[in-house]
C-alpha cells in the first residue's frame, strides 16, 4: 500500500509563495512519475507538474515560469515550489504517484491565495 503526505498549504497573499511536500511510504524510485494536481470548487482535477523517475519535468501553462517541481530519492519527497501566487492559485492541491497502470494520491492540502 503506498500512502502519500502532503504539506505546506495555507494562506498567502498574491505575489506571494509556499513550497508543498509530499512525503511518500517507501521509495518514490519505484515510481514512473509522480505529480501535483489542483482541483478548485466546481472544476476537475488538472495537472499542475509532474516530474518523471528519470527527472524530466513537465508543467502547465499556468506553472510555468512560477512553479517548480523536484524530487529528493533520499526523504522520498516530491516538492512544488510555487512563487508569485495568484488567486486563481486557490485550489486543493494533490500528490500523486504513478506506479505501472496504478495511481494514487494523497489527501489534498489547501492553498488560498487571497489579500
Known amino acids: 500500500q503506498v500512502q502519500l503526505v502532503e504539506s505546506g498549504g495555507g494562506l498567502v497573499q498574491p505575489g506571494g509563495s509556499l513550497r508543498l511536500s509530499c512525503e511518500a511510504s517507501?521509495?518514490?524510485?519505484?515510481?514512473?512519475?509522480m505529480g501535483w494536481y489542483r482541483q478548485a470548487p466546481g472544476n476537475q482535477r488538472d495537472l499542475v507538474a509532474r516530474?518523471?523517475?528519470?527527472?524530466?519535468?513537465y508543467y502547465a501553462d499556468s506553472a510555468k515560469g512560477r512553479f517548480t517541481i523536484s524530487r529528493d530519492n533520499v526523504k522520498n519527497t516530491v516538492y512544488l515550489q510555487m512563487n508569485s501566487l495568484k488567486p486563481e492559485d486557490t485550489a486543493v492541491y494533490y500528490c500523486?504517484?504513478?506506479?505501472?497502470?496504478?495511481?494514487?494520491w494523497g489527501q489534498g492540502t489547501q492553498v488560498t491565495v487571497s489579500s
Open positions: 500523486n504517484a504513478e506506479w505501472g497502470f496504478r495511481n494514487f
Open positions: 517507501g521509495s518514490i524510485s519505484r515510481f514512473n512519475a
Open positions: 516530474v518523471t523517475n528519470g527527472g524530466s519535468t
